[in-house]
C-alpha cells in the first residue's frame, strides 16, 4: 500500500494530505520508460564490442582470418625461395648464356622495373590487413614480371644458339691483310701521336702497313653498306654490316673489289691497300664496331694467328707511336 504524506497547514491549524498532480504522474513515468531503453541500447551496444561475448560466428571469422595470415606467411616463404631461384637464372643468364652468345645482358633496372604511376591497388586499400596483402600482392607482380622478361630473354638465347654457326661466321675474326703481304703492324688502337697535327689524340683502329695494291679480306661475313670515299679522312672505304650488332670499317684503299648491297664471306677479297683519302703511307686502317661502339680489333685475331703472333702483335699495337691517317 503506498505511502500518504502530509503538510501542516498554519493557517487552519490542521495537518492535510499532499495530493500528487495526475500529470506529473505521467512524466514521471515516461522519463523512467525513456531512460530504461536508453539503458538497454547502450549495454547491447557494449555487449556486441566485447570479446567476451563473441557469437559463435565471430569466432569462426576470427579462426579464417588467422588461417589466411598463415597462408600469406607460408605463400611469402615460398615467394622468397622462388626469388632465389629466379636470381641464380638471372645471374647465368647474363653471365653465361649472353657472354657465350656475345650478346649485351639485360640490366638490372629493366629486369627490376615497377609498374609507373598507375595504381594498381587501390582496391586492396582501405581494410585491416592491407599492409599485408598489398605487400604480397606487390611480389607476385613483380615476380611475374621478372619470368616474363626471363622467358623472352631465354627465347633470344634459344634463336642465338639455333644460328650459332651464323654468328661465328659474322664475328670479326681474322685481320683484314695477311702475314704475308704485311709489312709491319704500324699502330694500334688508343690515344696516338697524329702524324699531322702532332697532337695526342684516340686512334680508334689499328693500321696495317702493306704494298699498294695488296688484298683486303672481310674479316667476317656480311653485307656490303657502303663502299665509296664519302667519309671524311677515310679516302675510298668500305664498311661492312656483320649483325648481331658487329660492324666492320676499311680505309684507305687504292680500289674497290665490292660494292654497296653484296653479301660477302670472310676471307673474300673487298679491295686493296691504298694511301687515299687523309694517309701518310699505304696502309689498312680498320676499325670493329659493337652496338655502335669503336672496340679494339686486337680481340678479335683469333681465326687465323697462332697465340706467339698474337703475343708479338700485341706488343706492338700497345705501343704508344705514331698512327698513319
Not at 5 to 31: C, M, P, Q
Not at 65 to 73: F, G, P, S, V
Not at 91 to 111: C, G, H, Q, S, V
Not at 243 to 255: P, V
Request: one cysteine or more; charged letters at 25%.
Amino acid at each position: 500500500m503506498a505511502k500518504v504524506k502530509y503538510y501542516y497547514d498554519s493557517e487552519n491549524l490542521a495537518y492535510r494530505k499532499i495530493k500528487t498532480k495526475k500529470r506529473w504522474k505521467f512524466g514521471f513515468a515516461v522519463l523512467f520508460l525513456v531512460a530504461s531503453a536508453l539503458f538497454g541500447v547502450l549495454s547491447f551496444i557494449v555487449l556486441l564490442n566485447t570479446p567476451y561475448f563473441d557469437t559463435p560466428k565471430d569466432r569462426l571469422l576470427l579462426r579464417e582470418i588467422e588461417n589466411l595470415k598463415l597462408n600469406y606467411a607460408v605463400l611469402n616463404k615460398k615467394m622468397d625461395e622462388v626469388d632465389d631461384v629466379i636470381e641464380a637464372i638471372e645471374d647465368r643468364d647474363n653471365n653465361l648464356y649472353r657472354t657465350y652468345f656475345n650478346t649485351a645482358p639485360i640490366p638490372e633496372e629493366e629486369r627490376k622495373s615497377g609498374f609507373g604511376d598507375v595504381n594498381r591497388y587501390a582496391a586492396l586499400e582501405g581494410y585491416d590487413n592491407t599492409e599485408l596483402v598489398l605487400n604480397t600482392t606487390k611480389r607476385i607482380d613483380v615476380l611475374s614480371k621478372e619470368l616474363a622478361i626471363q622467358s623472352k630473354s631465354l627465347d633470344d638465347i634459344l634463336k642465338l644458339a639455333k644460328e650459332k654457326n651464323k654468328l661465328l661466321a659474322s664475328i670479326p675474326a681474322i685481320q683484314p691483310v695477311r702475314n704475308e703481304n704485311l709489312k709491319r703492324m704500324a699502330s694500334g688502337f688508343g690515344y696516338r701521336t697524329d702524324p699531322f697535327t702532332k697532337a695526342r689524340k684516340m686512334h680508334e683502329g689499328m693500321d696495317f702497313t702493306a704494298k699498294t695494291g695488296s688484298p683486303i679480306y672481310a674479316t667476317g661475313d656480311g653485307v656490303i653498306a657502303e663502299a665509296n670515299s664519302n667519309a671524311s679522312g677515310y679516302g675510298n672505304h668500305v664498311v661492312i654490316r656483320h649483325g648481331y650488332g658487329y660492324e666492320t670499317l676499311y680505309a684507305h684503299l687504292s680500289k674497290y673489289n665490292c660494292k654497296a648491297g653484296q653479301r660477302v664471306k670472310r676471307g673474300d677479297i673487298i679491295g686493296y691497300v691504298g694511301s687515299t683519302g687523309r694517309s701518310e703511307a699505304p696502309h689498312c686502317h680498320y676499325e670493329v664496331h659493337k652496338d655502335g661502339k669503336v672496340v679494339n680489333p686486337l680481340n678479335f685475331y683469333y681465326g687465323n694467328i697462332s697465340a706467339v703472333e698474337y703475343v708479338a702483335i700485341s706488343k706492338l699495337a700497345n705501343q704508344e707511336n705514331q698512327s698513319l691517317d
